[in-house]
């Protein structure tokens, strides 16, 4: 999917990113329009840092996360599930389709789901687009079109697997 996608952490995230620009420009303001030559020099520096955090929070991971997508491609063989991705630098992760014990299927608008490989685990709420995520999270197909279809083809593979076996 391209464009802006949300997602149900941006309950939270949302508000707590504007809550945050609008603590660090009060305090901005208050600081300019009092007395600057007061102010510690440190605090220019620690100002702008956290100025660019809540930016970030609030409008950058959406871009990021949409760069990120672009640039993620799924494939499905005869016997693996192959996830290739990166921002910066390209990966790819690979899971035998014939060792997995579970394979989960969220299904969410217009046809369009997530295929999961694998059990969630206790990270299984953070975000995949989060940098580092995908070291805790289990392989999936993330947010994919026709995903029912996708995920009845993997089961199919997977028995297809396990009777040659």
Same mark, same amino acid.
């Given at each position: 999917m391209q464009?802006?996608?949300?997602?149900? $952490?941006?309950?939270?995230?949302i508000p707590f990113a504007?809550?945050?620009l609008f603590v660090v420009?009060?305090?901005?303001?208050?600081?300019t329009l009092g007395q600057p030559e007061e102010v510690q020099p440190m605090f220019w520096f620690? /100002?702008?840092?956290f100025l660019l955090v809540g930016l970030h929070m609030l409008f950058g991971r959406f871009l990021v996360d949409r760069a990120?997508?672009?640039?993620?491609?799924?494939? /499905?063989?005869?016997?693996?599930?192959?996830?290739?991705?990166? /921002?910066?630098?390209?990966?790819?992760?690979?899971?035998? /389709?014939?060792?997995?014990?579970?394979?989960?299927?969220?299904?969410?608008?217009n046809r369009?789901?997530?295929?999961q490989f694998g059990s969630a685990g206790p990270f299984g709420m953070v975000p995949p687009s989060w940098p580092g995520a995908d070291q805790f999270l289990s392989p999936a197909f993330n947010d994919?079109?026709?995903? $029912?279809?996708?995920?009845d083809l993997t089961l199919a593979t997977q028995r297809g697997i396990q009777s040659k076996a």
């Open positions: 464009g802006i996608r949300f997602a149900p $952490q941006d309950v939270f995230a504007a809550f945050w420009l009060a305090i901005f303001g208050a600081v620690v /100002l702008p840092v990120a997508r672009r640039r993620t491609h799924y494939w /499905l063989t005869t016997e693996r599930a192959v996830i290739e991705s990166g /921002l910066f630098r390209t990966s790819s992760r690979s899971v035998s /389709l014939a060792a997995l014990s579970e394979i989960r299927f969220r299904a969410g608008r369009r789901g997530t295929v994919i079109d026709d995903a $029912q279809r996708v995920y």
